[in-house]
């Protein structure tokens, strides 16, 4: 299994081609999924940001 399940933010925001300082402002409104924090690390699970694509693009 290569597939990343969890992303920090830089990489979550690439993935919906927007800027960090963009991607963070969504975080705080909750427009995007929120992250996951294991052991003071803040994460993205890919398939959250997965389903938020299908979600906004059908």
Do not use: H, Y
């Not at 969890?6 to 990489?11: H, Q």
């Not at 081609?17 to 975080?27: L, P």
């Amino acid at each position: 299994m290569n597939e990343k399940l969890l992303v920090p933010a830089a990489e979550a925001a690439r993935m919906l081609s927007m800027d960090r300082s963009t991607f963070w402002n969504k975080v705080k409104l909750k427009q995007l999924p929120q992250p996951v924090k294991i052991a003071g690390i803040t994460r993205w699970r890919v398939s959250d940001l997965r389903g938020f694509v299908d979600v906004v693009s059908s």
